[in-house]
């Protein structure tokens, strides 16, 4: 039975709470799935006027400039008609990548922290109440196979979530044919993604290669899956009831601390689901926690300075607490790189805790230690920072320590100031930028000893 699209996004709505009064903000990639989301909220909005509805759109800038210009011009016509206020954001040339290779991730991951990390930048600088994504039943069973085949744990297996903080997902138990079917229905235009039909991303495979092997075998995969997913919320319900809580403290948007004690003295199974819960915590983009990863949590040190770095995070224990900070540990020591946001609280190696304030950077914001090859622009062109270091007659020890500030754009900022240097902005960063650190920890030399 084919689903009334437009009364389902009306009983979800309700349902979170959205309604009356909501500011919403649909994530419009230009594709079908967001396209059907986005025209089923205008005619939502159309006869219910008691909701403000804006649309953001990403450029990764992965694909030709052809194919995007032109997706472009589809988003922009298609906003312009609906008369919905349109957000146009964009990376840098060959940035996904490069941080894809710098934190060791492939760039199906890289692309999704840099989507999630803007949403939630447009999200707390806009004030909206919530952000609508299009994942349906179908992004829903290539999920739960991908897990399943990489051995995910329970909370694992749960799938994607309807609701994550102020990420909401009305159409998770929608058939992509659905969504067509409503496009079709009323000729509404949209894009095609020309990756999606390549199979060099993992998750395009599962869709391309595994799906058609899975439907022929068994047609009715995608109800079997719901089932799975019903009767695996169920067991997760009961286990939780029956296991103690751990309480915690978000210290930052990307760092939490818990007290040692409960966590060391709770059956390992309820250690298991609290670290699983703390990632969903500090990474909305959904990557999946590494059991491995896991289990050295589980098992690390009873005792104090006890330190484990892996996962683009460090967890260490400081005297009666434990802290994950959502770092991204590089080879040698003191390296980091660390995606942040207008007034960040920040552990960094050598200085201490530090809140940075920003403005006019684009985002990811990134704050990290030098990198093989970095430079900065300057009036007389680009210059390596390895050169820059050289000049200031820096120490070798102190090089990786240096505080690096990053936007979609490049370097904005060198922070030399909190070892007694200048601090070196891009050309014309002091124009378009302004960067405050604010000590408001251990000062460095605490942190030295």
């Known amino acids: 039975m084919k689903t009334d699209i437009e009364s389902l996004l009306h009983q979800k709505l309700e349902a979170l709470g959205a309604l009356p009064g909501g ?8 594709g079908p799935d967001s396209t059907a989301l986005l025209a089923a909220s205008v005619a939502l909005l159309s006869v219910s006027a008691d909701f403000t509805l804006e649309a953001v759109y990403i450029d990764h800038c992965l694909r030709s400039q052809d194919e995007r210009r032109e997706e472009r011009t589809i988003i922009q016509a298609a906003t312009r008609r609906w008369n919905v206020p349109l957000h146009l954001l964009s990376v840098g040339e060959g940035e996904i990548v490069s941080q894809a290779s710098a934190s060791g991730s ?30 349906t039943l179908d992004d829903q069973v290539e999920t739960i196979l991908q897990r399943l085949f990489e051995g995910a744990a329970l909370d694992s297996s749960l ?36 990756t ?5 991303y993992l998750r395009n495979r599962i869709r391309n290669e595994i799906i058609p092997v899975v439907a022929s075998v068994f047609p009715a995969y995608r109800t079997a ?16 009831a029956l296991l103690p809580e751990i309480p915690f403290r978000k210290e930052s948007p990307s760092s939490v601390s818990w007290d040692a004690e409960p966590f060391f003295s709770a059956p390992e199974e309820a250690r298991r689901r609290f670290l699983y819960r703390i990632h969903a915590e500090i990474d909305s983009s959904q990557r999946r926690l590494p059991y491995p990863f896991v289990e050295r949590i589980i098992r690390m040190d009873d005792r104090p300075e ?33 995606r942040i946001q207008d007034g960040s609280l920040v552990n960094l190696p050598n200085i201490g805790k530090v809140r940075l304030s920003f403005s006019g950077l684009t985002p990811p914001v990134i704050i990290r230690s030098r990198m093989k090859g970095d430079v900065i622009s300057t009036t007389g062109g680009q210059k390596r920072l390895k050169k820059l270091f050289q000049e200031w007659a820096l120490p070798e020890g102190l090089r990786n320590m240096i505080p690096v500030l990053e936007d979609s754009r490049g370097i904005a900022a060198v922070l030399g100031s909190p070892f007694g240097f200048p601090d070196r902005y891009a050309v014309g960063g002091k124009k378009y930028c302004s960067i405050k650190m604010e000590y408001v920890g251990e000062s460095r030399e605490q942190t030295a000893r």
């Open 225 to 240: 899956i719901e089932s799975f997913l019903a009767k695996q919320r169920m067991a997760d319900s009961a286990l939780r």
């Open 23 to 30: 500011r919403l903000l649909v994530a419009y990639s230009g």
């Open 106 to 135: 492939g760039v199906e991951a890289a692309a999704r922290q840099y989507r999630y990390s803007c949403f939630e930048n447009l999200i707390s600088r806009e004030k909206f109440d919530y952000c609508l994504l299009a994942h």
């Open 196 to 200: 999606n039909g390549e199979n060099f």
């Open 306 to 338: 006890a330190l484990i770095e892996a996962f683009d995070s460090r967890i260490s224990r400081r005297g009666d607490r434990i802290f994950w900070d959502g770092v991204v540990v590089l080879r040698g020591k003191n390296r980091y790189i660390r």
């Open 159 to 194: 799938g994607i979530p309807e609701r994550r903080g102020p990420f909401f997902r009305p159409f998770l138990s929608v058939k992509k044919s659905d969504l067509l079917d409503y496009l079709r229905e009323r000729n509404f235009s949209f894009s095609t993604d020309s």
